[in-house]
């Protein structure tokens, strides 16, 4: 990955289209589709491959919010494990989007402060 470095993190984009896209716990979505998603929008390098942000994916997983439900070389599936909602974070000042059952913390990995 290059210097790049987004106006909103990373992390934070792929849990707005989640919320803004996905926000049903019975619909299925990839890491590719939220990818090009990110990339339509222009806050991401333009090198920037689906590998670049697998770490982003796996996190989303290791925090309670979604599953992997299956995988296919770099595509994964996941489904969520219950709805996201929206916050805002006084300390970063950003949005931020939580599962319900998901630590108050914000996910902005420069920020992980309480909600």
Known sequence: MSNFIPKI????????IIFEKFNDVN????????FEIIKENGDVDPSWIIDDIESFFNDLCNSGLAR????????I??????????????????EIYLGTDEDRKCPNLSC????
Do not use: M
């Open 68 to 75: 992997n439900i299956a995988q296919n070389f770099t595509t």
């Open 27 to 34: 619909s299925k979505f990839s890491n590719d589709e939220i």
């Open 77 to 94: 599936w996941l489904k969520l494990f219950e709805p996201v909602e929206k916050f805002h974070c006084a300390s970063c000042n950003l």
């Open 9 to 16: 993190p990373i992390e934070l984009q792929i849990r707005k």
């Open 112 to 115: 992980k402060s309480s909600i």
